[in-house]
């Protein structure tokens, strides 16, 4: 798949997307972290995991960095479960586009420029972007996700 911008999302990115969405309980990945290639020509899975610990997802996505050690954005998908009380659990593929506010611009400009496009391949409805630790911690996901039910 291309978009736009003229970066190609690779298959693996839908492979891993597949999996979160309907693979075997057992090895089904609570997170995808995607990365665009140091070459700018495809948007990869950077990694993938079943730990279902949301700071654990958190710290590792605000980790990211670029080939030269610095602050970098990152497509992920959080498999989000939650609690709205009397009206049920929840559970929601979450689109997260992370641009650190200390990225490079280039790069920054780079995934803001293929985020329409990697969204509708995967169909994501549910999606947020964040820029600062604080607008990733779980009370702001969850109010954004569940539309203030909580």
Not at 26 to 44: E, G, H, L
Not at 66 to 80: L, T, W
Not at 122 to 144: P, Q, R
């Amino acid at each position: 798949m291309s978009n736009p911008s003229g970066i190609s999302i690779a298959d693996e990115c839908m492979s891993a997307f597949n999996q979160l969405r309907s693979g075997p309980e057992a090895t089904r990945p609570k997170f995808i972290i995607y990365k665009i290639s140091d070459n700018n020509k495809s948007v990869m899975v950077e990694e993938t995991s079943t730990v279902k610990d949301y700071e654990f997802f958190r710290r590792k996505l605000s980790a990211a960095v670029d080939k030269d050690g610095n602050p970098a954005p990152r497509y992920a998908i959080y498999d989000m479960e939650y609690d709205l009380g009397s009206e049920g659990k929840r559970t929601k593929a979450v689109f997260v586009h992370w641009g650190p506010c200390h990225a490079s611009i280039k790069l920054s400009m780079l995934y803001a420029s293929s985020v329409q496009q990697f969204k509708r391949a995967f169909g994501l409805n549910v999606s947020f972007f964040a820029d600062s630790l604080e607008e990733l911690e779980w009370a702001v996901v969850l109010k954004e996700v569940s539309g203030g039910q909580t």
